[in-house]
């Protein structure tokens, strides 16, 4: 598991669990954009129990969208967690990034996330934030307060690509 014993300000979360890509569709055609859009809200994980319950460990299998997906490990080196040297050039499709924090006390924290493209964020299962949007990624495009518990706080990140490079931080 990627888990974190507490948060410290300015450190980034170098180490994921990470699954996919799942492509919006086999075709080789650009989907319009409210059908990314339909996609990036729809719940890839349903058949797995969905997005609000997810646990994950390395080598897991999941079925997502059409195909089984296993977790597996990533870690930057740089901070940004590059999905494009994970999966590929995928283009229109999700991944998903977890991890665990476990906090000594429960604490508010303000997160600074970047993403290339649109980005989702489940705290312990409750939506916490939700931005589409197509930019490259960049260290603390969006700021999320975030309420931690004390004991573990599980952490899943959903990111779309549109096209070209693909990643978060």
Known sequence: IASYSGVEPGVFLKKWLVLGPIPLSNSESSPEDTAQKKFF???????????????????????????????????????????????????????????????????????????????????????????WVGRPVEKDSDLVQMELRKGTNRLLLKVQNARSDWGFV
Request: net charge negative; glycine share 10%; charged share 25%.
């Open 41 to 131: 809200d729809s719940d890839s994980l349903a058949a797995a129990g969905g997005e609000t319950t997810v646990r994950a460990t390395v080598g897991e299998s999941i079925k997502a969208g059409d195909a089984e997906h296993r977790w597996k490990f990533a870690e930057s080196k740089d901070d940004v967690i590059d999905l494009t040297a994970h999966f590929g050039r995928r283009e229109f499709a999700v991944a998903y990034a977890y991890a665990e924090i476990e906090m000594p006390e429960s604490a508010s924290v303000l997160m600074g996330i970047g993403s290339d493209d649109g980005v989702k964020v489940w705290l312990n299962g409750t939506l916490v934030h939700n931005n």
